[in-house]
Nanobody, 114 residues
Framework: QVRLVESGGGLVQAGGSLTLSCEAS????????MAWHRQAPGKQRELVAF???????NYADSVKGRFTISRDNAKSTVYLQMNSLKPEDTAVYYC????????WGQGTQVTVSS
């Protein structure tokens, strides 16, 4: 059973930075897309960013220019560098990996204080 384990969340002041990591408990073969989603209280889960097997990236308009997604295929790990954080970025962040099947992490809390 493969598990995705997120880390790097926490409490930060507005304007600060955090880096989230998501590592698979064992190597996942034939990974297509790796992504980060988030869910704020009372809101639906939304896609923040994704990166394809070829390295192409896509971001939600709300995080463009502030967040950077990257991946390490050898480690089946995906990262999310978050800069210039805003209070509206407060949410539980989930990583997701699409391969032969899909995998989801358990989520990590990010709280941005004003």
């Amino acid at each position: 059973q493969v598990r995705l384990v997120e880390s790097g969340g926490g409490l930060v002041q507005a304007g600060g930075s955090l880096t989230l990591s998501c590592e698979a408990s064992r190597i996942i073969f034939s990974i297509n897309t790796m992504a980060w989603h988030r869910q704020a209280p009372g809101k639906q889960r939304e896609l923040v960013a994704f990166i394809t097997s070829g390295g192409s990236t896509n971001y939600a308009d709300s995080v463009k220019g502030r967040f950077t997604i990257s991946r390490d295929n050898a480690k089946s790990t995906v990262y999310l560098q978050m800069n210039s954080l805003k209070p509206e970025d407060t949410a539980v962040y989930y990583c997701a990996v699409s391969a032969v099947r899909s995998y989801w992490g358990q989520g990590t809390q990010v709280t941005v204080s004003s």
